[in-house]
């Protein structure tokens, strides 16, 4: 079997890919969203990953995987949210996302 290594081009261009995706994606949290002050630091979260970097380092791939990983979380989350204790998961959960958008930031 033999596998064919990525190009930096094609790292870079897979990670911009999935930044994109990323920031695309928190449009359906907004729309999932209930809450105001939620809303708003959803757009704040959005205008961050709409302007992260894309790498070839593999390390920062991997973060933003996590960070894809961690905005399926939080989609679960607001559409199960109907009562506070939803809500207060989601919260947790959207800081969790700000954390590793900050781990991230800190690889480079």
Do not use: H, W
Request: net charge neutral.
């Amino acid at each position: 079997m033999c596998f064919k290594k990525k190009t930096k081009a094609e790292s870079n261009m897979q990670d911009r890919e999935l930044i994109n995706k990323n920031s695309e994606t928190i449009d359906v949290l907004i729309a999932l969203n209930k809450n105001e002050e939620m809303e708003e630091e959803l757009k704040s979260v959005k205008e961050t990953l709409k302007y992260l970097i894309p790498s070839t380092n593999n390390k920062v791939y991997d973060a933003d995987k996590k960070i894809k990983n961690a905005i399926g979380d939080l989609k679960i989350a607001l559409t199960k949210a109907n009562d506070s204790e939803q809500n207060k998961k989601a919260e947790m959960l959207l800081r969790d996302l700000k954390v590793a958008i900050a781990e991230r930031n800190a690889i480079e």
